[in-house]
């Protein structure tokens, strides 16, 4: 049981290049395939820190792993979003305040935990996350959503949305760091 959450989070690294390559597939099902993959790595996300607490079983590796598995997941899907057009023009801005955001935060925590300082998530920052995984589940979806679903409508939105809460939860993290500089 005390390693579930760190195969959970190994799961979604792993699963990035199976993502990623359902995407590129010729077949009108495809971008369906990328959905259900991303949404499953979603869940994981979930069960890794629900089974770490319920279970007591926290870990460096999986204090490690889960981060980066996230960080890793959102990165890829925003770049392959943007490579195939579908986050463009105007909406590339709200795709980058929530890449840099994340390496930004990524760097400070590190940059903190050389000095024992540990930075907790917040509910605001969950509600982040929530935001970025159902605006980019919409736009992976996209265009083979049926006529009645405004999926890009939902995705982008949302992913402005969830912009938004970046910026915010990226200055309160920065915020509290800067008092230990």
Known sequence: MKNIPNILSMS???????????FYLPFPWSHWVAFVV????GI???FDGYFARAYKVTSRLGQFLDPIADKLMIAAT???????????????????????RELLVSGLREFLSG???????TRIAKWKTAFQLIAL???????????????MGIGLTLLWLAAIFTLYTGYDYLRVGLKHF
Do not use: Q
């Open 12 to 22: 979604r690294i792993l699963v990035i290049p199976i993502l990623i390559g359902a």
């Open 38 to 41: 991303f949404t499953l790595a």
């Open 44 to 46: 994981t996300d979930y």
């Open 137 to 151: 589940g919409a736009l992976l979806i996209g265009n083979a959503a049926p006529a009645w679903f405004p999926a």
């Open 78 to 100: 925003l770049l392959m979003l943007t490579a195939f057009n579908v986050i463009d023009g105007i909406h590339i801005l709200a795709a980058m305040v929530i890449l840099l």
């Open 115 to 121: 000095m024992k300082v540990s930075i907790p998530v």
